[in-house]
C-alpha cells in the first residue's frame, strides 16, 4: 500500500471511520450531545416501547378492555413517578453510571453487582427485543410467505448497529435521528386524531365504560379485577423501559451534563406517557381486536386512517416508523451497556479490556459483546417477541427496584443534611412500591412462562463478576508485596545530575505507574546487564479509558499523574548514579501509542535496547490471558517488526 496502510486497515477505516485524536481540544465537544440528540439516543428505547408495551398490557385485559383506560393513567403516572425519581439521581449522581452507581454507593458493592449485572442483561434484552419488534413491525405489511427472511433481517440490522456504534455514538445517533422525527410526526397524528375524532362520543364510551366495569365488577369481584388489572400493569411493563438510559448514559452528554441530563429526561418522561397512555386509550376508543399477523397498532393504524385518502400510505409510513423506531431503540443497549460493563471494569467487577476505548473513542469490545449476546439471544427465541418480553421486564424492575431503595435510604440517612428530604423521600418510596409491584407480580406470572431464563443469565454473570474481582483482589495483594518491598529503596553515593548522552549505552524502560512492579524491572535491568548502560529513559503510555475520558480536563489532570510518577523513576536512577530522562504520551490503544513513542526515543539514542516487564503467574490459562492483556509481548510484537531490541523480564506475582 503507497500510504503506508494494510488491506485490513483501510477497510476498518471506511467501516468505522479513521482514528480520532486525543490532543483534539474540541475532541469532547465533538462527541458529546446535546439534550434533543440525547433524547433520540438514549430516549427512543422508552419511546419505541410503546410499540409492544401497551400491547402486551392490553392483550392481557382479554374481553375486559374498559380496564384500558385505568391502565392509561397507571401507565402514564407511573412513567412520570419514575421518571422524577430518576432526575434526583441525574441531581446526585452526576458522573453517570445510573442504578449500578447508585446501588453501589447507598448499598453497597454487592447491591451494585446485582444492579449492574441486570442492567447488563436488560441491555442485551433491549437490542434484542428491540430489534425483532422491529421487524415484527415491518413484516407486518409483508405477506406471510416473507417470514422466514424476519430472523436473518433481525441479524443483519444488529451488526448494522454494530458497525455504526463502533464509529461513535453520536454518529450513529445523527444518522437515525430523521427516523425519530418520523415517528414522533407520525404518532402524534396517530393518537392527535384517534382521540380528538371520538371527543363527541365521549359520553356515551363513559357510559359503556361504567357498565362493562359494574358488569365485570360481578363477574370477578373486587380481587379478581383488581388482580387481572395488576396482571396487566405488570405485563406491560416493558413499556418503562429505558426511563433509567439517560442517568446511565450521563458522561455522553454535553456540559453542562446536570441541566442537559434533566431537559433530556423532560423529553423522554414526556414522550412516553403521553404515547403509551394515548395508544392505551385509542386501542378501547377504536375498539381495536388482534388481527393474525399484524401488531395491534397495525391495526390501530388501519382504522385511525382508514377513511383518509392515503389513509393506507400513511399508515405503512406510521408503523415503518414504529418499526425503525425500535432500531434506534437497540441504539441505547449499544450506548449504554458497554458504558455499565466499562463502569464496572473500572472497579473490577469485568476484564479491564472492556473500559478500554477505541481509537474512535467507542467502547469497542462492549459494543461487540452486546451485538454478540442480542443475537445469541435472537437465535434462542426464534425471533418470538413474547418470549423475549417474557424475560425482558424482570431485569429492568431489579434495577429500578434496588435504584428507588437505595435513594429511600440516602435521603434517610442524610436527612440531616438535605433540607428537601421530605419532598424527594416519598417520590423515592411510592416508585419504590410500584417497581417492587411490577417485580414480584411480573416475576410470579413469567417465572415459568421463560423468566426463570433471565435470573439464570444474571444470576451467571454475578458469579463472573465475583470471580473476576476476586481474581484481581490476589493479583493486586501480589503487587502490593513488591510495592511494600521494593518503593521505599535506599540509596547510596552522588546523585548524578549530568544529562542523557545520545551516544552512550541507554536502556529505554516501559513503566506504568510507580510502584514495585516498575522498580523490581529497573533492578532486574542492573542486574542482568551490570555495568553496561549509561543512561535510562522512562517510557509511560497514559491509557484513556471510560475511568478517565470525562473532559479535557480529566485529561490534563492525567498527564500531570504520568509526569509526577515519571519523575520518580528519574529521581530514582539518578540517585543510583544514572543519567535518566523520561517520555510520556497518551492514548486509547497503549501497544500502538508506546510503539511510536519508543521508536522515536530510539533514534533519539541509537545505541539503546527496550526493556518491558511481565507479570508471571505459577499457573497461567486461558483465565489470565482474559484478565491481563499481556501488552509487554504485543508491543515487543510491534518493535520486532521496526528492529528495535526489546527485552520482556518476568515479574513474578506470587499468587
Known sequence: ????????????????????????????????LIPILAWIGLGADGLSSSSYGPEEAFKTLGQHTYLAIFLAI????????????YTKIIEYFPSGGGGYIVATHTLGVKAGVVSGAALLVDYMLTITVSIVSCGAAIFSFFPASAQQYK??????????????????????????????????????????????SHIPQIGPVSHQIGADFKAGLAVLGGGGMLLLFLKAFSMGGGTYTGIEAVS???????????????????????????????????????KVQPIEGQTLNAVLAGKVFGGWKIGRALALITIFSEGALLLVAAQTGFVDGPRVMANMAVDYWFPHRFASLSDRFSIQNGVILMGGAAILLLLYSHGNITTLIVMYSINVFLTFSLSQLGMSRFFIKNRAKEKKWKKYLPVHIVGLALCLTVLVITS?????????????????????????????NKVRGGVRELDDLLLNLPTKGPVNTMPVDPKAMTAIQLVNGYNGFGVHTFLSILA??????????????????V????????????????????????????????????KYDLGTDIVKT???????????????????????FRQSGLIHRLMHNETAFAIQQQLRWKGITTVILPIRINI
Open 1 to 32: 500500500m503507497t500510504d503506508g496502510q494494510s488491506f485490513t486497515e483501510k477497510i476498518k477505516h471506511t467501516l468505522i471511520g479513521k482514528p480520532r485524536s486525543i490532543k483534539d481540544p474540541r475532541l469532547f465537544h465533538k462527541l458529546a
Open 594 to 616: 508506546a510503539s511510536s513513542l519508543v521508536e522515536s526515543v530510539a533514534k533519539k539514542f541509537p545505541k539503546s535496547m527496550v526493556f518491558a516487564g511481565q507479570s508471571v
Open 444 to 472: 410470579i406470572e413469567k417465572f415459568a412462562m421463560g423468566g426463570w431464563l433471565t435470573f439464570v443469565i444474571t444470576s451467571i454473570v454475578i458469579f463472573l463478576c465475583f470471580m473476576t474481582r476476586a481474581h484481581y
Open 547 to 582: 475511568g478517565s475520558f470525562k473532559g479535557s480536563d480529566a485529561v490534563s489532570c492525567m498527564e500531570g499523574s504520568v509526569c509526577d510518577f515519571l519523575r520518580k523513576y528519574v529521581e530514582l536512577a539518578r540517585k543510583l548514579g544514572f543519567a535518566a530522562d523520561f
Open 74 to 85: 397507571a401507565t402514564a403516572t407511573t412513567v412520570l413517578i419514575i421518571s422524577f425519581a
Open 248 to 286: 446511565n448514559g450521563l458522561q455522553i452528554l454535553r456540559e453542562p451534563r446536570v441541566h442537559n441530563g434533566k431537559r433530556t429526561m423532560i423529553y423522554l418522561a414526556t414522550s412516553l406517557a403521553v404515547t403509551a397512555g394515548g395508544i392505551l386509550v385509542c386501542y378501547l376508543l377504536l
Open 528 to 545: 542482568s546487564f551490570p555495568d553496561m548502560y549509561k543512561n535510562f529513559i522512562f517510557v509511560s503510555v497514559a491509557e484513556v479509558d
Open 151 to 196: 430472523i436473518p433481517f433481525d441479524i443483519c440490522a444488529i451488526i448494522l448497529l454494530v458497525i455504526l456504534n463502533l464509529r461513535g455514538v453520536k454518529e450513529s445517533v445523527s444518522l437515525l435521528a430523521p427516523i425519530f422525527i418520523i415517528f414522533v410526526i407520525t404518532h402524534i397524528l396517530l393518537i392527535g386524531y384517534g382521540i380528538l
